[in-house]
């Protein structure tokens, strides 16, 4: 069995079309005898089934059985295109966000480099800004900066 090709959304959608025009209802195999076989929908035989080529019996189940199954089956694509669509969003958010993190953190990582004279082992870093102070260690800056030396969430 050879591996099939993935569905295009224009095949999709020639399945959307022939199901809608396509008689509704649950499809259902009748054995007359070996040789003869019919689907019918209801009370209403849909397809004749004596000229298929053997096994008519196992033929006709997949005919009927694919019927039943198309609405299911494009149920599921739909449902699955709106997850995906869904995930998508949430990820191009979330790579947004993570650029905007990333630009914030820049500054706070490089102060590593800018408090000379600070002690190696110091707690405490203060800085004073427009009346704010603004308190951090050098383990801080230093694993700001290896957070955004190892990419932190940009891959695509």
Excluded at 67 to 81: K, W, Y
Excluded at 137 to 154: K, N, S, W
Aim: glycine share 4%.
């Amino acid at each position: 069995m050879t591996t099939p090709t993935p569905i295009t959304a224009d095949e999709i959608e020639v399945l959307r079309q022939l199901e809608h025009k396509a008689t509704q209802g649950e499809w259902r195999v009748t054995i007359a005898d070996e040789q003869e076989a019919w689907i019918a929908a209801g009370n209403r035989r849909i397809i004749d089934c004596d000229e298929l080529y053997e096994p008519v019996e196992a033929n006709a189940a997949l005919i009927a059985a694919a019927r039943n199954a198309v609405p299911r089956l494009l149920a599921a694509i739909d449902e699955q295109a709106q997850e995906i669509a869904r995930l998508t969003r949430e990820r191009d958010e979330a790579r947004a966000e993570n650029a905007e993190l990333r630009a914030a953190l820049m500054p706070f990582a490089m102060l590593d480099d800018d408090v000379s004279g600070v002690p190696e082992d110091a707690d405490v870093v203060s800085i004073y800004c427009r009346d704010v102070s603004f308190h951090f260690t050098l383990a801080d800056c230093r694993r700001a900066r290896a957070t955004l030396e190892q990419g932190g969430g940009d891959e695509r």
